[in-house]
């Protein structure tokens, strides 16, 4: 059997292809978060100050996604990264005509149900393909430029498609939008992407014959091939590092949440512009996905602990000042310390979920852990729409998801550990 080599330079064009996927599935979510949720009221008939209505369609995004990520990772071990891939971009295609054709709020749920089972299948991927080919020094850089590659698209398609929509109208701007990267992703995934699931197996026979030079921490009393119960119950309560890390995960997408479903109408509401509201909020994105090209890769020399709690913390932060300040510059620069904060945090969760999980059911193991995380999306809105429902005041939002911020990251400082084996490795004989 020939050897499979790791590392990104080895595996540049399959790597390349698989960031140019991850840019795609960003264009997807990127598309129905500035232009819907603004535009809820005059374009799709959802009353003012319907605050749950309005959060519907995130609730729903989420919890189908958590589901999906669930069966992508356990998925992917079956019949390969590629396939799954497939099916993520056949699902998307009905997506832009349902929005285009919607005659009421309905559609664009339903639209954002199928938007959700994408998500899950293509971005779970294209994270799990990358670690897959690449080595253990370099997850930090991986998951950074992952992410950077996939939120840079989501930011990028949320001005794009502002613009769409006031030269085109939201629903036309947002169909040819829609059509583009649907059928340019599958023509792609079909020509170009390889299946990385051979790595996987190969590093899981490698780790057989010699052991690591710096041990992981693995979780201890694990079968080699562990049910997908057991690997649930690992990473949602009998691991205490896994769980801390899924619970960060969760909170985080509050954050997320509120920029998609809150944000938009809060600038409406004080008078941005539907152009400069796509700004505003892309600083948000592009600080985020800009600044994993530096976050990422610092997790792989000062490991990952602190980066994830100081981003939980300075995330919260930013997101605490939209509301106490006035203007697009106070909101442009809050935006922009939510998303270094996020930026910090958000690869290195995922990188630290790697480290100290066996390559043999690494992709159920991150599965989980966005199963978790992306439900965050679920809670996360539905909390937004009681807080600001119950209030009266959007403001109240901004708390709620800031104080929810320091709790969660106060809790994976004294839950969590370094994971990084080069600065934290295991025991001779105790592997975790």
């Not at 992703?185 to 590093?203: S, Y």
């Not at 899981?204 to 010699?210: D, F, G, M, Q, V």
């Not at 119950?390 to 320091?406: D, P």
Request: charged letters at 10%.
């Amino acid at each position: 059997m020939t050897a499979l080599p790791l590392g990104i330079r080895e595996n540049l064009t399959q790597f390349s292809h698989q960031l140019i996927q991850v840019l795609l599935v960003g264009f997807a979510i990127g598309m129905m978060r500035t232009v819907i949720p603004a535009l809820a009221e005059t374009e799709f008939g959802v009353a003012r100050g319907s605050f749950l209505l309005l959060t519907a369609f995130v609730v729903a995004f989420g919890v189908v996604k958590a589901v999906m990520n669930f069966v992508a990772g356990r998925l992917s071990e079956r019949i390969g990264r590629k396939q799954v891939l497939l099916w993520g971009w056949i699902i998307a295609l009905p997506i832009p005509v349902m929005i285009w054709a919607a005659p009421n709020w309905g559609w664009i749920v339903a639209a954002t149900v199928l938007l959700g089972i994408n998500q899950g299948l293509c971005w779970s991927m294209t994270q799990t393909a990358k670690l897959d080919i690449t080595r253990v020094d370099q997850r930090g850089l991986t998951m950074g430029l992952n992410e950077f590659s996939g939120y840079v698209g989501v930011a990028l398609a949320g001005v794009v498609t502002a613009y769409a929509a006031a030269a085109l109208g939201a629903r036309l701007g947002l169909l040819l939008f829609g059509m583009t990267v649907a059928v340019t992703a599958l023509a792609l995934t079909v020509v170009w992407v390889k299946d990385t699931l051979p790595w996987a197996k190969a590093e899981t026979a490698a780790h057989k014959l010699s052991a690591p030079k710096y041990p992981p921490r693995y979780p201890q009393g694990v079968s080699e091939h562990p049910t997908t119960a057991e690997v649930f119950a690992l990473m949602s309560w009998r691991d205490k590092r896994l769980a801390a890390l899924s619970q960060a995960g969760l909170v985080e997408k509050f954050v997320d949440a509120l920029v998609w479903v809150i944000f938009p109408v809060f600038l409406v509401s004080r008078g941005a512009s539907l152009t400069e509201m796509g700004w505003i909020v892309g600083a948000y994105g592009f600080v985020w996905g800009g600044s994993q090209l530096f976050t990422g890769r610092l997790s792989d020399h000062v490991g990952r602990f602190w980066p994830n709690v100081l981003g939980m913390w300075i995330c919260g932060a930013g997101v605490l000042m939209v509301p106490l300040g006035d203007g697009a510059a106070w909101w442009s620069l809050s935006a922009a310390i939510a998303g270094f904060g996020m930026a910090l945090l958000y690869p290195n969760l995922g990188a630290a979920v790697a480290d100290i999980t066996p390559p043999a059911w690494r992709g159920s193991a991150i599965g989980i852990y966005r199963f978790w995380r992306d439900l965050g999306y679920g809670v996360g809105a539905l909390g937004l729409g009681l807080v600001a429902h119950l209030t009266g005041a959007i403001g109240a939002a901004f708390w709620f998801v800031a104080l929810s911020m320091f709790a969660s990251g106060a809790l994976l400082f004294f839950w969590s550990e370094e994971t990084h084996p080069r600065l934290n490795p295991a025991a001779e004989g105790n592997p975790a």
